[in-house]
């Protein structure tokens, strides 16, 4: 190798030297300013809590047929646990008003809502919406039959059925509105 091609290779190894240096530098620089401004300003909004906590909060609540569920154990927001009596109160109230709010007003509504969720898969035994086969034994049954273990539920040889389907907010009027419509969707 010559003289040249050393004080080449010199030079390059110093340049690209620096430009490394120089880049790490940079993305250094970047993340202290980035945390002094964007992860503060992030976890300060008020939107951003609250989409996290709503892709954080459970899909459902499980009520159980025989237990008190007319109170559900909701968190409210800046209660502290000195005055039981308040808070449960204010969390009677939590639940009431974030049932009536959420209430589906038809009966395929709810099945949208609730009862997809097992008669959508076939969960537990479920069988699903628009299968004739499944729902042909199930029909001959008689319609009240059907409405009966909607309304207080059921357990069967191939699966269980919750009362109301776990929607026990629901008004029976509307819990036999979605049977209805099962009903059509497997005919």
């Known amino acids: 190798m010559s003289k040249q091609d050393t004080r080449f290779f010199d030079v390059f190894g110093v340049v690209i030297g ?16 980035a945390s002094h401004t964007q992860d503060r300003q992030v976890l300060s909004e008020a939107a ?9 909060a459970p899909p459902a609540q499980v009520v159980l047929a025989g237990q008190a569920n007319s109170v559900q154990q909701v968190a409210v927001a800046g209660q502290d646990n000195s005055a039981p009596a308040a808070k449960a109160e204010a969390t009677a109230a939590a639940a009431g008003s974030a049932a009536a709010a959420g209430m589906p007003k038809t009966g ?8 997809n969720a097992c008669h959508g898969q076939g969960i537990a035994g479920a069988p699903k919406a628009g299968d004739k086969a499944a729902w042909a034994p199930r029909i001959a049954q008689g319609t009240a039959m059907l409405y009966e273990h909607a309304l207080k539920g059921f357990t069967g040889k191939t699966g269980m ?8 907010d629901a008004p ?16």
């Open 161 to 168: 059925m919750p009362p109301k389907g776990g929607r026990m």
């Open 108 to 115: 395929t509504e709810l099945f949208e809502q609730s009862c």
């Open 18 to 33: 620096l430009l490394v240096v120089g880049a790490i530098a940079l993305f250094a620089l970047a993340r202290i300013v």
């Open 48 to 56: 951003y809590r609250k989409d996290v906590a709503t892709r954080i």
């Open 172 to 187: 029976d009027d509307l819990v036999k509105q979605a049977v209805d419509h099962m009903l059509e969707m497997a005919r």
